[in-house]
């Protein structure tokens, strides 16, 4: 299976892009690169502002909160969507418990895709606001 197929299938299930087509999915898939980091690598600092949105290709990572573990995650599972529209600190950290292979999509391209594509902006927006206002309750 070809890389963006891949992930293209883990991308499908991030809320905040669910119900998006297939072609928008691939323009999507074809910001991130693949990304190969160690055992113990921070890649999500809790309280730093996020700039990128990452998904677990292979490998597990370890989620937490004020120093305790909320979770472990392995392939298919992704963190920080909301940094690929807001500016935010980051809410928890996130570490490499085994050796991870990543897709990462910076927030620069993606926004200058969301620019290039008025409609698929509107549409994700629409899903992020949701999302926030049901966090904040």
């Known amino acids: 299976m070809h890389r963006h197929d891949v992930l293209d299938e883990h991308l ?3 809320p905040l892009f ?3 087509a297939k072609k928008q999915l691939r323009l999507i898939s074809q ?3 693949a990304v190969e980091e160690p ?3 921070v890649l999500i600092e809790q309280g730093q502002v996020g700039h990128e949105f990452i998904v677990v290709v292979q490998g597990q990572i370890e989620v937490s909160q004020g120093g305790r573990v909320v979770g472990e995650h392995g392939p298919g599972s992704w963190v920080g969507e909301i940094a690929l529209l807001e500016q935010r600190p980051r809410n928890a950290t996130v570490i ?3 050796p991870v292979k990543l897709e990462v999509i910076k927030q620069r391209e993606f926004v200058g895709l969301l620019e290039e594509m008025p409609d698929l902006a509107q549409q994700i927006r629409a899903v992020a606001a949701d999302r926030l206002a049901n966090a904040e309750h």
């Open 12 to 14: 499908s299930r991030v």
């Open 18 to 20: 669910v119900g998006l």
């Open 31 to 33: 910001l991130a690169t």
């Open 39 to 41: 055992t113990g690598t």
């Open 96 to 98: 490499a418990k085994t």
